[in-house]
């Protein structure tokens, strides 16, 4: 599964997205101590891309990217809703 990080140079630090996961009870963005008391998302409770609601809250464009693509995905490309759309066609086409 693929996960997410924040892009710093592009983050406001508004906080959105560690409300709306706070208020899912994921907590999978939270303050790291260091460096500089930045948000960050912890790859192991994060559950993207079957949740997406950090990335519908987030207001600053590519401050939320896949880790493994560097892709951005504030503002949500529209396939990123349909991850399970792919997951079924996959297992179609086998």
């Excluded at 140079?9 to 899912?24: G, I, K, N, P, S």
């Excluded at 500089?36 to 519908?56: N, Q, S």
Aim: net charge positive.
């Amino acid at each position: 599964m693929p996960t997410l990080k924040i892009n710093h140079e592009r983050c406001t630090q508004c906080r959105m997205c560690y409300v709306a996961c706070r208020e899912l009870n994921l907590n999978a963005v939270h303050v790291a101590l260091e460096p500089l008391h930045r948000l960050e998302i912890d790859p192991h409770k994060c559950t993207y891309p079957v949740c997406t609601v950090c990335l519908a809250y987030c207001p600053a464009e590519g401050s939320i990217v896949e880790a493994e693509s560097g892709r951005w995905v504030v503002p949500p490309p529209a396939d990123v809703h349909r991850w399970w759309l792919k997951k079924e066609l996959s297992a179609f086409s086998r």
